[in-house]
């Protein structure tokens, strides 16, 4: 059973910065597409950042792009958002997300309805 935990969210000042990480366990294999999604309070949940099996591709949202940056190490089934410039507009619960795909397809993907497991979604709060 594939189970991710994510850790680092927390309370920053406009302006700071927050790494967000997320383990997976049960994988049998690395070829999972990863993303990151948020819902802020009385909104929809959102894309954030993606990132390819191999970590060859990424995108991300424009409201972040420029200040966030999506990583992952495979070896250690685990993948980082990195979230600098903070503002308060980044408030939210912020999720991780993967998806099993094929090792010939190293695509990213931004719809949240592709994923298969989610995380937990720790709270980060960005106070002005």
């Known amino acids: 059973q594939v189970q991710l935990v994510e850790s680092g969210g927390g309370l920053v000042q406009a302006g700071g910065s927050l790494t967000l990480s997320c383990a997976a366990s049960?994988?049998?294999?690395?070829?999972?597409?990863m993303g990151w999604f948020r819902r802020a309070p009385g909104k929809e949940r959102e894309f954030v950042a993606a990132i390819s099996w191999t970590g060859r591709l990424t995108d991300y949202a424009d409201s972040v792009k420029g200040r966030f940056t999506v990583s992952r190490d495979n070896a250690k089934n685990t993948g980082n958002l990195q979230m600098q410039s903070l503002n308060p507009e980044d408030t939210a619960v912020y999720y991780c997300?993967?998806?099993?795909?094929?090792?010939?397809?190293?695509?990213?993907?931004?719809?949240?309805?592709?994923?298969?497991?989610w995380g937990q979604g720790p709270q980060v709060t960005v106070s002005s």
């Open positions: 049960g994988l049998t294999s690395s070829n999972y597409a």
């Open positions: 997300a993967r998806k099993w795909v094929s090792r010939n397809s190293d695509n990213y993907y931004i719809a949240e309805n592709e994923y298969e497991y």
